[in-house]
């Protein structure tokens, strides 16, 4: 394979892991994995599980433009010899948990899937074993898709800045930002049993709501929830964990990542003015979670590595065990984020869904890898398959915000000084059925996605992020 250098260099990027198998001029027998829009080119291949029958276990695959291909039948055919590939869906496997035989597999599957490559595509039989047509083999039906590990730990994070001081103008008019932000990275722990695969429905959570501003002596609420909300997230999943007592190094943390998905954090935001003091989030967060079911690697990220969040000379530096060099110079990542939505008065007629939001996940104040470094300094100990999930993702400008709450607010805490803004002000985003939304109604679908572009390089995509509200149970 010819050897691809970025713009300018001429020649591979070792510390950015960059290699042949992100030549952008490379193509695959696979003929759907070649066409420029799709989110899975040669150069992607993230990992996933699939149901492909009632009767068989699920199947740890790679998605390669419209197919999977099955990684176990590929093993048992001797194909992936050598590679670590014990049980995939396991997390204690190597290939989960050990980059460098993540990278060596990388590139055996890139190689079996060249366009002139023939071990794989002219073995019919093994081939139509391997090679799972992502809308079923008779195009009857599409497979279930999950997660190709099942998170045991949840962890989510509070990393935009952006998101922060629009939330906290929001709450506390005169103190947006609180004073420990810009020195920890703020985080929660949340709950692993309600993730769920992208695709599952939810019914709208019920609990307590705070007593009417009216009359603060009246006792809460109580009922289905009525501010519900969404959070774009981005998800850092754990390939490496590390011992009780035994922090991770902000120099070793990315190598603990396996990789990134789409998490939608559903929030119901009046349930969580009432609950979160003092000790956070509980019920309002803790009843869903959406997860995409591809899980980005590391290695195929390597080309959208860029600059951690350059701070302001006024903000304080990190704390020794939050920086490192190497983290300054590329522990942020350039990734897209869409987040659209369809009303089940949309889909009824058939409309497409509706963009909300377009935003970028390099506005992030905080990096994975000093999350990481944070959530363990303690000794805590991470494991194989944990989600830590970035917090809402939001940029400068009001079209790149995360979540509901902040979209439909007329807040605005960087144009105006947050004194002088009421907070309580909001505009509904009208669809195009002239429906209107301030917060999400029942039978709306919430549709997240994402996507690295970079000059010289393939585009790589996530795939969907969906979940849909169904009515409170009665
Ligand atoms: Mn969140």
């Given at each position: 394979?010819?050897?691809?250098?970025?713009?300018?260099?001429?020649?591979?990027?070792?510390?950015?892991?960059?290699?042949?198998?992100?030549?952008?001029?490379l193509?695959?027998?696979?003929?759907?994995?070649?066409?420029?829009?799709?989110?899975?080119?040669?150069?992607?291949?993230?990992?996933?599980?699939v149901?492909?029958?009632?009767?068989?276990?699920w199947?740890?695959a790679?998605?390669?433009?419209?197919?999977?291909?099955?990684?176990?039948?590929?093993?048992?055919?001797?194909?992936?010899?050598?590679?670590?590939?014990?049980?995939?869906?396991?997390?204690?496997?190597?290939?989960?948990?050990?980059?460098?035989?993540r990278?060596?597999?990388?590139?055996?599957?890139?190689?079996?899937?060249?366009?002139?490559?023939?071990?794989?595509?002219?073995?019919?039989?093994?081939?139509?074993?391997?090679?799972?047509?992502?809308?079923g083999?008779?195009?009857?039906?599409?497979?279930?898709?999950?997660?190709?590990i099942?998170?045991?730990?949840?962890?989510?994070?509070?990393?935009?800045?952006?998101?922060?001081?629009?939330?906290g103008?929001?709450?506390?008019?005169?103190?947006?930002?609180?004073?420990?932000?810009?020195?920890?990275?703020?985080?929660?722990?949340?709950?692993?049993?309600?993730?769920?695969?992208?695709?599952?429905?939810?019914?709208?959570?019920?609990?307590?709501?705070?007593?009417?501003?009216?009359?603060?002596?009246?006792?809460?609420?109580?009922?289905?929830?009525?501010?519900?909300?969404?959070?774009?997230?981005?998800?850092?999943?754990?390939?490496?964990?590390?011992?009780?007592?035994?922090?991770?190094?902000?120099?070793?943390?990315?190598?603990h990542?396996?990789?990134?998905?789409?998490v939608?954090?559903?929030?119901?935001?009046?349930?969580?003015?009432?609950?979160?003091?003092?000790?956070?989030?509980?019920?309002?967060?803790?009843?869903?979670?959406?997860?995409?079911?591809?899980?980005?690697?590391?290695?195929?990220?390597?080309?959208?590595?860029?600059?951690?969040?350059?701070?302001?000379?006024?903000?304080?530096?990190?704390?020794?065990?939050?920086?490192?060099?190497a983290?300054?110079?590329r522990?942020?990542?350039?990734?897209?984020?869409?987040?659209h939505?369809?009303?089940?008065?949309?889909?009824?007629?058939s409309?497409?869904?509706?963009?909300?939001?377009?935003?970028?996940f390099?506005?992030?104040?905080?990096?994975?890898?000093?999350?990481?470094?944070?959530?363990?300094?303690?000794?805590?100990?991470?494991?194989?398959?944990?989600?830590?999930?970035?917090?809402t993702?939001?940029?400068?400008?009001?079209?790149?915000?995360?979540?509901?709450?902040?979209?439909?607010?007329?807040?605005?805490?960087?144009?105006n000084?947050?004194?002088?803004?009421?907070?309580?002000?909001?505009?509904?985003?009208?669809?195009?059925?002239?429906?209107?939304?301030?917060?999400?109604?029942?039978?709306?679908?919430?549709?997240?996605?994402?996507?690295?572009?970079?000059?010289?390089?393939?585009?790589?995509?996530?795939?969907?992020?969906?979940?849909?509200?169904?009515?409170?149970?009665?």
């Amino acid at each position: 394979m010819a050897t691809h250098g970025h713009s300018g260099s001429g020649h591979p990027d070792p510390l950015h892991g960059i290699d042949e198998t992100h030549d952008p001029n490379l193509k695959s027998w696979v003929e759907s994995a070649n066409d420029p829009a799709t989110d899975f080119p040669i150069q992607n291949l993230p990992l996933c599980l699939v149901e492909t029958s009632a009767q068989d276990p699920w199947a740890t695959a790679v998605r390669v433009g419209d197919v999977y291909v099955l990684l176990e039948p590929l093993r048992d055919a001797g194909l992936l010899k050598g590679l670590g590939i014990a049980w995939l869906a396991n997390p204690q496997s190597e290939f989960v948990e050990v980059p460098s035989i993540r990278s060596a597999c990388r590139k055996r599957l890139v190689e079996l899937l060249l366009a002139d490559s023939k071990e794989l595509r002219d073995n019919k039989e093994l081939s139509a074993r391997v090679i799972l047509p992502v809308d079923g083999a008779s195009g009857t039906g599409a497979f279930d898709e999950e997660p190709p590990i099942a998170p045991s730990n949840y962890t989510d994070f509070y990393a935009s800045i952006h998101h922060a001081t629009n939330v906290g103008s929001m709450f506390r008019p005169d103190n947006a930002l609180l004073p420990n932000y810009k020195h920890i990275p703020i985080g929660y722990h949340g709950r692993a049993s309600s993730i769920v695969p992208s695709g599952t429905s939810f019914h709208r959570p019920v609990g307590q709501t705070s007593p009417p501003d009216s009359d603060p002596s009246a006792g809460p609420g109580f009922g289905p929830c009525k501010l519900m909300d969404y959070e774009l997230e981005i998800g850092c999943i754990i390939g490496r964990g590390n011992a009780l007592g035994s922090p991770v190094s902000i120099a070793d943390a990315e190598s603990h990542i396996f990789g990134l998905c789409l998490v939608n954090d559903w929030s119901a935001r009046d349930l969580q003015k009432w609950e979160y003091v003092p000790l956070g989030p509980f019920l309002a967060k803790n009843f869903a979670t959406t997860i995409s079911p591809y899980i980005v690697t590391m290695e195929a990220l390597a080309p959208f590595r860029i600059p951690a969040y350059e701070r302001p000379a006024s903000d304080p530096r990190p704390l020794p065990y939050l920086t490192s060099d190497a983290n300054t110079a590329r522990g942020g990542f350039d990734i897209a984020l869409e987040v659209h939505l369809q009303s089940a008065e949309m889909a009824k007629r058939s409309m497409s869904p509706v963009r909300l939001s377009k935003g970028n996940f390099r506005h992030m104040y905080w990096t994975f890898a000093q999350m990481i470094a944070h959530h363990t300094v303690n000794g805590c100990n991470l494991q194989p398959g944990d989600l830590l999930a970035s917090g809402t993702i939001s940029g400068p400008t009001r079209d790149s915000r995360g979540s509901m709450i902040e979209l439909t607010w007329d807040g605005d805490p960087f144009a105006n000084p947050p004194k002088l803004v009421p907070g309580s002000q909001r505009t509904p985003i009208e669809l195009p059925t002239g429906e209107k939304r301030t917060f999400l109604a029942d039978g709306d679908t919430v549709i997240m996605k994402a996507y690295c572009e970079r000059d010289g390089y393939r585009r790589i995509g996530f795939g969907e992020c969906r979940g849909t509200v169904l009515p409170a149970r009665t």
